[in-house]
């Protein structure tokens, strides 16, 4: 896949709406800043099947948009999201979130970001506030409809390979309601 380094690697300011779509990229190695990976200031765009990682600031900033970040693997940051006021729900669909540092806090905001169907796993501090977290495995726990507490079962962490084990609690654990039909790599989801 193409790769991405700058700062900030990826930035939407201009009203981009959600039908603005970055797919299939690695972002990688954004500085110590706000937004230093992905940064929604304006524009409410999807990023979907990405791979993101070593980013040194708070990798994804959302700024009142409705974001959705889908099928990404988000792995080896130090802080992953920040989220500032809002009148609308970024969603993270589909996601593995994973060896981050600090997931992340939600500002000052008084609106909930919605993750569902992801994988956060082996995260130092997993709490971050008001956000809402269902169909999820969340290692540590987080309450939320169906979300479970366990090891996610990668098959090969230590050399970077997260896919599911064949006994991954994960495998069918989810909700189809606005998931996507296919994974990061384009197999077909049951």
Same mark, same amino acid.
């Given at each position: 896949?193409?790769?991405?380094?700058?700062?900030?690697?990826?930035?939407?300011?201009?009203?981009?709406?959600?039908?603005?779509?970055?797919?299939?990229?690695?972002?990688?190695?954004?500085?110590?800043?706000? +937004?230093?990976? &992905?940064?929604?200031?304006?524009? =409410? /765009?999807? %990023?979907? @099947? #990405? !791979? *993101?990682?070593?980013?040194? +600031?708070?990798? &994804?900033?959302?700024?009142?948009? =409705? /974001?959705? %970040?889908? @099928? #990404? !693997? *988000?792995?080896?940051?130090?802080?992953?999201?920040?989220?500032?006021?809002?009148?609308?729900?970024?969603?993270?669909?589909?996601?593995?979130?994973?060896?981050?540092?600090?997931?992340?806090?939600?500002?000052?905001?008084?609106?909930?970001?919605?993750?569902?169907?992801?994988?956060?796993?082996?995260?130092?501090?997993?709490?971050?506030?008001?956000?809402?977290?269902?169909?999820?495995?969340?290692?540590?726990?987080?309450?939320?409809?169906?979300?479970?507490?366990?090891?996610?079962?990668?098959?090969?962490?230590?050399?970077?390979?997260?896919?599911?084990?064949?006994?991954?609690?994960?495998?069918?654990?989810?909700?189809?309601?606005?998931?996507?039909?296919?994974?990061?790599?384009?197999?077909?989801?049951?």
């Amino acid at each position: 896949s193409p790769i991405i380094d700058s700062i900030p690697i990826v930035w939407f300011h201009n009203d981009e709406t959600q039908s603005a779509v970055l797919d299939g990229f690695i972002i990688k190695d954004g500085g110590d800043i706000r +937004g230093s990976g &992905i940064n929604f200031s304006g524009g =409410s /765009a999807t %990023i979907r @099947n #990405c !791979l *993101i990682t070593n980013c040194q +600031g708070e990798l &994804i900033e959302i700024y009142y948009t =409705s /974001a959705i %970040i889908s @099928n #990404c !693997l *988000i792995f080896g940051n130090i802080e992953v999201f920040f989220f500032d006021p809002g009148g609308t729900n970024p969603q993270i669909i589909n996601c593995t979130i994973v060896g981050n540092d600090y997931l992340g806090n939600n500002g000052n905001g008084n609106y909930q970001p919605e993750f569902y169907n992801c994988i956060i796993s082996n995260e130092v501090t997993p709490t971050f506030g008001n956000v809402e977290i269902t169909y999820s495995l969340v290692e540590g726990y987080w309450p939320g409809d169906g979300n479970i507490d366990a090891d996610p079962l990668f098959i090969d962490p230590d050399n970077g390979d997260y896919h599911l084990s064949d006994y991954s609690p994960a495998i069918g654990a989810g909700t189809t309601t606005g998931a996507p039909t296919t994974d990061i790599e384009g197999n077909i989801r049951p």
